[in-house]
């Protein structure tokens, strides 16, 4: 990824809380990143973990009540979205962000052809005339790679295929050209052969109109392939970002190790054993003080169930929150048994 080219997002300390009976669900607790042109930046965790309420809060898409942004910003091309009015963000969706989701079908209207349902975005966001927004259609599908467009915008939704119907949401998705493309679990209801597919039309469209994509996804074999960069979230924070080489080949963060563990690797060795993850994500109704991997974590020690770590560098793309990036961490001891610590952390 080249340093000269612009941040487009930025999301600086975001906080998102669900009030429900049972009290406030601290689904977002203070998430920083950017994103820059042209770049495919993966968020990564166990469902639960805050990705897809990240990615429904940029485009302002979280139902409120009962969701509520609390605090910090989501700057597009240095405007802040938090402050924008629903008026407003209807103008930018589709316009300058685009979303696809997890099932096409939810999102396609069975009622209206294909082509309509493209077009229709194109008149909302620009006065074409109705031949240029079939042109237009037509250009739009080829990119996505389904044959024949000519005869199949006149067609309906049912008539495609699961993996044809995602390529249809992805043309809808950019028919603005939008500089930012957001991809809530794109592949998972798609079988193999299609997801490969899918996959090589988002590269294939980057190199094409360098658009910055933002994925999310539980499928770390995904992101191997297209992203440039991974954050990895956890009880509704990132627990650590880096570059896909540093996290994949460098994971400093238990969690992140864990997780690898716990998939198939595409280089993998097929007969090494998937280690789950022992034990569940903290409740969000009550966060626990310390690290919330604390609970699970082999490597916990006192300070963990006390305090939260902070981000910390390894690199210049790569930080933790870990205690062990902690230079007084060494001092500390093993708790032996992480539920009931017995061991002090010893500051310097
Ligand atoms: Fe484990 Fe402590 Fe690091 Fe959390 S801060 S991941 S509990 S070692």
Redesign the pocket.
């Known amino acids: 990824m080249s340093e000269s080219k612009q941040t487009i997002l930025d999301v600086n300390n975001l906080h998102v809380s669900f009030q429900t009976r049972n009290g406030e669900v601290q689904a977002v607790r203070g998430v920083n990143f950017s994103l820059k042109e042209g770049e495919t930046l993966a968020i990564v965790g166990e469902s639960g973990c805050g990705k897809s309420v990240t990615a429904q809060s940029i485009m302002r898409l979280i139902p409120t009540p009962p969701g509520v942004i609390k605090e910090g910003s989501i700057k597009l091309k240095g405007k802040d979205l938090t402050k924008y009015t629903e008026k407003q963000m209807r103008e930018i969706r589709g316009t300058d962000i685009g979303m696809i989701f997890q099932d096409p079908m939810t999102s396609l209207n069975p009622v209206l052809t294909i082509g309509d349902q493209i077009s229709e975005g194109l008149f909302k966001n620009s006065k074409v005339s109705k031949a240029d927004a079939k042109k237009r259609t037509i250009e739009l599908l080829s990119l996505v790679g389904i044959a024949n467009p000519e005869e199949r915008l006149r067609q309906y939704p049912h008539q495609f295929s699961g993996g044809m119907r995602q390529r249809i949401m992805i043309a809808m998705a950019l028919v603005s050209e939008p500089g930012v493309l957001i991809a809530d679990e794109p592949t998972t209801a798609l079988d193999v052969t299609i997801q490969a597919q899918i996959i090589d039309l988002f590269k294939d469209i980057q190199k094409r109109i360098g658009i910055a994509i933002i994925l999310i996804t539980h499928d770390l074999g995904l992101v191997a392939q297209i992203a440039d960069r991974i954050n990895v979230m956890y009880a509704g924070k990132i627990?650590e970002s880096g570059t896909v080489r540093e996290i994949f080949y460098e994971p400093q963060?238990?969690?992140t190790k864990g997780l690898l563990k716990s998939v198939p690797r595409l280089d993998g060795d097929r007969n090494e054993p998937l280690i789950p993850i022992d034990g569940t994500p903290p409740d969000l109704f009550a966060p626990p003080k310390?690290?919330?991997?604390?609970r699970r974590?082999?490597?916990?020690?006192d300070?963990?169930?006390q305090y939260d770590?902070e981000p910390t560098s390894v690199s210049e793309h790569h930080s933790v929150?870990?205690?062990?990036q902690d230079e007084r961490?060494n001092k500390a001891v093993k708790a032996i048994d992480?539920r009931s610590p017995k061991i002090n952390f010893q500051s310097k």
């Open positions: 627990i963060h238990p969690y310390g690290c919330g991997f604390a974590c082999d490597y916990a020690m300070v963990c169930l770590p929150r870990c205690w062990l961490a992480n």
